[in-house]
Nanobody
Framework: QVQLVESGGGSVQSGGSLRLSCAAS????????MGWFRQAPGKEREGVAG???????AYADSVKGRFTISQDNAKNTLYLQMNSLKPEDTAMYYC???????????????????????WGQGTQVTVSS
């Protein structure tokens, strides 16, 4: 099991940037697939970005070209760089850790909540117009 703690959320204006961090403890997550999810008020939680054990990444269409997921295994930290933020990006953002997958299984499952077993408590991102 891995414990996850997100940070870096805040309030920014449209077009601004934020970098979210997710610090992992309890177990090295080098063997896990990691993901960022978000949930806006009144909406279901959705997958934003994922990264697998080979370092391959995947993104929701709504954030492609604006968000970048990365990780520093030496620091046991996952990141989400968010640029060109829009009001519709306003949400609580969560990081998650799941069974390490590669290839087709990663591409099929990275955005599914059921593919992850450990979750952080979330960090709020608010983008004003």
């Amino acid at each position: 099991q891995v414990q996850l703690v997100e940070s870096g959320g805040g309030s920014v204006q449209s077009g601004g940037s934020l970098r979210l961090s997710c610090a992992a403890s309890g177990d090295t997550y080098a063997g896990y697939s990691m993901g960022w999810f978000r949930q806006a008020p009144g909406k279901e939680r959705e997958g934003v970005a994922g990264i697998n054990t080979d370092g391959r990444t995947a993104y929701a269409d709504s954030v492609k070209g604006r968000f970048t997921i990365s990780q520093d295994n030496a620091k046991n930290t996952l990141y989400l760089q968010m640029n060109s933020l829009k009001p519709e990006d306003t949400a609580m953002y969560y990081c998650a850790a799941g069974t390490g997958r590669t290839g087709l299984m990663f591409r099929l499952l990275w955005a599914r909540e059921s593919a992850y077993k450990d979750w952080g408590q979330g960090t709020q991102v608010t983008v004003s117009s």
